[in-house]
């Protein structure tokens, strides 16, 4: 009888040591993945390019001088210069106005611009007297993301073909713990609203994705007229409520779409921490941060994730013929 007392408290102490082990290993996991990502995002070196190309316009010509690509040198006198991706230099006379994308618009001493100085993650700046500009013009400046904003107007196919280098895979590394830090945070604090979203998702994953889709639509074409035929200030209320909403629908979809995932590849191919959340939400992190760093295939990953998070976030409270009976749900 004694003997078999123990083995009985043994047996019954078995789930807790297991849940603490996994626990333990999750957490292992966690920091080496920290380790790993500090490791690989210090490896990556960013450089300049060296051999810049500049567009010279000399003489005098009446149309705007395009730079794409390159930077524009402006001589002579033209009717306008923009440059994407590179930076507009006015020496000359410029009787329009002058616009830098990923840039910065830089005018000499002795040149004039008569129109507006448009500039886009860059900045403008002048010699050392006044600038020679017109008393109507304006100057519109947004500094911030210069080298990116470069970068993607110099190789627009980079944007569907990310570069696979050790920035690059450090910060997909950080993204994946930063959504499963969120997703743990969110899962805490309203773990029924998560389980419902997870549950209405596995039954009628179909449904919620038309219902997202037609919002979407709606969303954007409400939106449209808004600013078209509301006053501003009511248009520009409506474009933050709209916003607000996506953001949210966005956050709350993320992440039941990631425990939804998770949990489905537990059942089919992961059995280690069947019954732990937090490693579903660790699978489902992962398999969707990748599929949304894989070339020319993200744009699609990143329209049906907010096309789903919003077909959830208009049904969050439909519960009327979700149900269905004798069907098992499946992802």
């Known amino acids: 009888m004694v003997t078999s007392r123990s083995q009985t408290k043994s047996e019954s102490d078995l789930p807790e040591a297991r849940k603490k082990f996994e626990f333990y290993q999750l957490g292992a996991l966690v920091v080496w993945v920290l380790l790993l990502a500090g490791a690989v995002y210090g490896q990556g070196v960013t450089g300049t390019e060296s051999n810049e190309k500049v567009v010279v316009v000399t003489g005098v010509t009446d149309s705007t001088v395009f730079g794409l690509g390159e930077s524009v040198r402006v001589s002579g006198t033209v009717k306008g210069a923009i440059s994407f991706g590179g930076d507009v230099i006015v020496e000359g006379v410029v009787k329009g106005d002058v616009a830098a994308i990923g840039g910065s618009v830089i005018q000499l ?58 920035s690059y895979i450090g910060s997909r590394i950080l993204a994946v713990l930063f959504w499963f830090i969120v997703s743990l945070a969110l899962t805490a604090a309203m773990p029924g609203t998560i389980s419902r979203g997870v549950a209405r998702l596995q039954l009628t994953s179909l449904r919620v994705a038309v219902i997202g889709l037609i919002g979407a639509v709606v969303i954007g074409a409400g939106v449209e007229l808004c600013l078209w035929m509301l006053p501003q200030t009511i248009s520009v209320l409506v474009g933050l409520m709209a916003l607000i909403l996506i953001v949210f629908a966005g956050l709350f979809g993320r992440v039941i779409l990631y425990a939804a995932t998770g949990r489905w590849l537990q059942r089919k191919y992961f059995p280690f921490g069947k019954n732990s959340e937090a490693v579903a939400l660790l699978l489902g992190t992962a398999f969707w941060v990748t599929l949304d760093s894989l070339p020319y295939a993200w744009p699609f990953v990143v329209i049906v994730i907010w096309v789903l998070s919003l077909g959830l976030a208009f049904t969050a409270r439909y519960h009327v013929g979700w149900r269905r009976a004798a069907v098992s749900p499946t992802f």
């Open 109 to 166: 001493d002795g040149s004039r611009i008569d129109g507006d100085v448009i500039v886009v993650g860059g900045a403008y700046s002048h010699g050392d007297k006044a600038p020679g500009r017109s008393a109507a013009s304006m100057t519109i400046m947004y500094a911030g993301y210069q080298e990116e904003l470069r970068s993607m107007m110099r190789n627009p196919a980079g944007l569907l073909q990310p570069r696979w280098s050790p």
